[in-house]
């Protein structure tokens, strides 16, 4: 794990101190209260604002009549988020590697882990910092990386048409502008190409001890800060009087997170030409690279991040509780997690509520075996779920995620459903409150353990909240399969959110489906995912247009992302 | 490896060939993995062996923490009898022959703070802790991770920057659990300083680190040039951290000046080992072979872990590449099964949590207390001087708390092992009368020579040692 700087350096106001003081109106107002924009009908529609461009800027609106710079999207009032340098990830580093240098070379030492401190990877990539030994580590693994690749010479076209027949030999300065082009995501300056070219020459003067030079030259590229490293500084907009991301750091932006690693050369050629400097060319890109195979992963990553999945990774489910628990029932929960993903948005390009609605699952034996379903045929098939489970909220992967490691947790699952679906902020935790368990409750179900959190009004003033929402959960023990009883009793499913009641977990996920805040929130996670910014208050206008155009387009998730890369949310930035 | 070191002779061969000093620290970095001769550093000493013979200035003073979690079981840790002839208690009975350099204290205790694992950390190696309140389940806890003060190694490093080409050498051996590799932190408690967890990954980094050259063989020639390259490269990434920086706005230029502080380090240690004296003979160990030591859950091989580790950090010590180190043998709530200690089932802080004080644990702090005294003895039997690599070294060993079954620092364990050149009383048991713990750790930052005038932060400093420890 890397370094982080004390939180206290952020500028932004984070999105859930925003969403808390709704969280609060939400407690005092009958839990009415919405996040976002409820009405369905405004103008626009289609992908991403053509024709909208008022004075400079699509979708963006400015009046200099306002006072400052008076920007509004969507009849809001608009200012870009702040844009933090990323680090890149130790899998886009390695996918850049692959891109760049083959298949026959790959990032294989160790380099100081991800900060996963936050929920979404890209959070944790843009506040991290890189400790001494961390340094230390780039340099091993970027000089292991060079002498791979130069071992496999003739199987990488850009470097067999370089042998230097002299330390001049143009060839070394082509090399160091393309390649360099492609590892830092924008053209080296002339100034650069010369000192990284000057390397070659340093080693000696016969073609050996070129060879050696070549690699450290390649080594060097790798371990720049301009490759390591991914800033953000943007441009003046003149029309609208923001900062704009250039078009090289928009296709990093959109290839980081599209394809979870660098821009390729079509992509870096639009950049060159202008085009990501308009919504349209943005678009034309964006929709070429969703189509790429590459992008399926991204959808799964997103949804892992968001839906705490990706957590189950480090997770343990204690051994004398859950003795079926193993790594190979992960990966088939994770298989099906990722299996009904594709389906929704690359197979048919569906409702992508689904994920909270659907009636069918892809299941292999392992996870029909928890699930107690039966399906016949070999790897994942297509299989119907039980009446009570719901789409992938109930699947084993979210349900594991979501839970301690000796038992299921009502009140995790109830925030989870809270903050990540609906992005309803949830108050922390009065002080002094004994939070254990009372141990001579053990043979009771868990419902009526926890009954003390809705009756004594002291708790119940929060977990009201979400207990409730993840009781209906508890057909789904702590390691993802289904039960129908506990304890001896059969398990009650059913309660109210929004003090509207339900009788299962489908029942709960048709009223989250139908919320308007839920393809807000969708909208303002994957920006999130997409920029590791804080999306808040000045950016609700642009989230809601992007939320309420998905809508409009049958909740697309291809669409909404499209609509996303878009907006001027992602094109505009303040400089941190 | 082979324990050459276990051998009393003052010249142990490990390996055909004996190479210069500098050639074999270039060789280091040039990818030339070379067998040596001991003993180390002799050749840079003055004829009485008490100073070095280029500047006739001291030989270098060492300071190392080992540091384990889970607190002890007092029965079986604190001794009977006080004073210089004592007998070692059960928990410490393996350092029955390094007794002459092991000082313990007890009947200290620090400062309580607010319950948990975090700021108890915080206490034991800096005395001082984060004092923001967690604000989730844990409400009214301090759970910050950003310790105000340096760990006490990270401390001495820091008055000793550019001293070694390693300022600090953060090693660890049980991995399981939330918090490892979080017992060694810089000022201000952003910058951890990770454990290096593999033997092998350590010896890498130490011995052969693998870069490119031209030719096949280890000459010096072949070596500088890599040392150049590796020079320009450096020179050129520090042009490039420069000119990004520039662009960047307040945070994420502080982001970018710590990547260039590490390169930055990378070519102050190049320029450390060009300008260590020539004509010195030092011995580098056997790769080791070994790579598997199973997970912490099942038979985790911690011992054999340990002694590959101590191996070769008592190798880098001698041989001057770094003088401080942080040995994290295991962190707060470890995860890690004792089974050779015949606790099977149980993870170490379940352990703790309702059998802190029962002959299990004892039988586990046994164990531990047995792998840090074999770490010791490698130290010991380096001769160097008149006498050995211990007599010039302190360590520090500590845990997060006392008792960690109640979480509390009361009869906290310490205990120094060396001589720090004369500057301690070694060889004995001082039961104190109450003092606070932190007098301690400020006397044994001292006793190496780094004059802090206090230690800690904010009302919990101490500005005085324990002097009962101090000559």
Known sequence: ?576 | MKNSGNKSSRIVSVGPKVIERRTFLRGAFGGVSLSLGLPLLDAMLNTNGDALAATGGPLPMRFGVFHWGGGVNHKAWIPAQTGANFALPDSLKDFEDSKAYLTTVTGLSHIEASPGHIPARGIALSNSHDLSVCQGSCVGVYRGQAMPEPSLDALVAEAWKGQAPYDLLPVGICRKGPYASNSSWARGGTAYNRHEASPQALYERLFSKPLPATGSGGSPGVLDVATKMRKSVLDVLKGDATALMAKLGTTDKRRLEQHLEGLRSIEASLAIRESMPTSVSCAAPDAPAKKDFGDGTTKEEKEAKSILMSDILAVAIACDLTRVFSYEWSANQSQSIYWEANSTGQHHEDVTHGKSQSDEHARIIRFIMKNFAYLTRKLRQIPEGAGNVLDRTLIFGTSEHADAGDHNWTDHPLLLVGKAGGKVKAGVHIRGKGEIAPKVMFSAVRAVGVNITKLGHADRAVTSGFTEIEQ
């Open chain 1, 1 to 576: 794990m890397g370094t982080r700087l004390p939180k206290g350096t952020r500028i932004t106001l984070r999105t859930r101190d925003i969403v808390r003081a709704c969280a609060f109106v939400m407690m005092f107002s009958s839990c009415q209260g919405t996040v976002g924009n409820t009405g369905d009908a405004t103008g626009g529609g289609g992908t991403g604002g053509e024709g909208a461009g008022a004075t400079g800027g699509d979708d963006v609106s400015v009046s200099p009549s306002a006072g400052g710079t008076g920007v509004t999207v969507n009849q809001k009032a608009f200012a870009p988020m702040v844009a933090h340098m990323f680090r890149l990830t130790r899998e886009q580093l390695s996918n850049i590697v692959t891109d760049v240098f083959g298949n026959k070379v790959s990032l294989t030492k160790p380099i100081e882990a991800d900060e996963t401190n936050e929920v979404f990877l890209a959070e944790g990539a843009a506040s991290v910092a890189t400790s001494a030994r961390g340094v230390e580590q780039y340099e091993d693994a970027a000089f292991d990386v060079a002498t791979q690749a130069l071992a496999q010479r003739s199987a990488i076209a850009w470097l067999a048409a370089c042998q230097p027949k002299s330390d001049s030999d143009a060839c070394i300065a082509k090399l160091v502008a393309d390649v360099g082009q492609r590892l830092w995501r924008r053209p080296l300056t002339d100034a650069e190409v010369r000192a990284y070219a000057s390397i070659v020459g340093l080693s000696g003067s016969d073609a050996a001890a070129r060879d050696v030079g070549m690699t450290y030259l390649l080594a060097a590229l790798l371990q720049s800060p301009n490759f390591i490293y991914v800033a953000f500084v943007g441009e003046p907009d003149d029309a609208t009087g923001m900062r704009r991301l250039t078009g090289y750091e928009m296709a990093s932006r959109l290839s980081l997170f599209l394809w979870n690693s660098g821009p390729d050369a079509e992509l870096l050629a639009a950049a060159g030409a202008g085009k990501l400097d308009e919504v349209a060319g943005i678009n034309e890109q964006a929709a070429r690279m969703l189509a790429h195979p590459r992008a399926r992963a991204m959808v799964t990553k997103f949804f892992s991040e968001s839906w705490k999945v990706s957590r189950l990774n480090e997770a343990s489910k204690d051994p004398s509780v859950f003795p079926d628990w193993s790594p190979a029932l992960l990966e088939s929960y994770k298989g099906e997690f990722r299996r009904v993903l594709e389906d929704i948005v690359f197979e048919r390009d569906a409702d992508i509520r689904e994920v909270l609605t659907g009636t069918k699952t892809f299941a292999d034996a392992a996870v029909a075996k928890a699930y107690g379903i039966n399906v016949s045929g070999n790897g994942f098939v297509s299989a119907n779920l039980r009446a009570s489970q719901s789409g992938l909220l109930t699947s084993g992967a979210v349900m594991a995620a979501n839970a301690f490691s000796q038992r299921t947790s009502p009140t995790q699952r109830g925030v989870f459903v809270r903050e990540q679906i609906l992005c309803d902020e949830v108050p922390a935790p009065m002080q002094g409150v004994d939070t254990s368990l009372k141990e001579a409750d053990a043979n009771l179900p868990l419902r009526e353990r926890l009954a003390e959190h809705r009756t004594n009004p002291v708790c119940a003033s929060c977990h009201a909240l979400f207990d409730p929402i993840g009781l209906a959960f508890e057909q789904f023990d702590g390691m993802g399969r289904y039960r129908s009883t506990e304890a001896g009793k059969a398990i009650e499913t059913s309660g109210t959110i929004d003090d509207e009641p339900f009788s299962d977990p489908r029942g709960l996920a048709a009223f989250v489906s139908r919320q308007p805040r839920t393809a807000t929130c969708l909208a303002k996670q994957l920006l999130t995912f997409a920029t590791g910014g804080e999306v808040g208050e000045k950016q609700e206008g642009a989230v809601e247009l992007v939320a309420e155009r998905t809508t409009q387009a049958n909740h697309s998730f291809k669409k909404l992302v499209l609509n996303l890369v878009a907006s001027p949310a992602f094109r505009f930035i303040e400089k941190d």
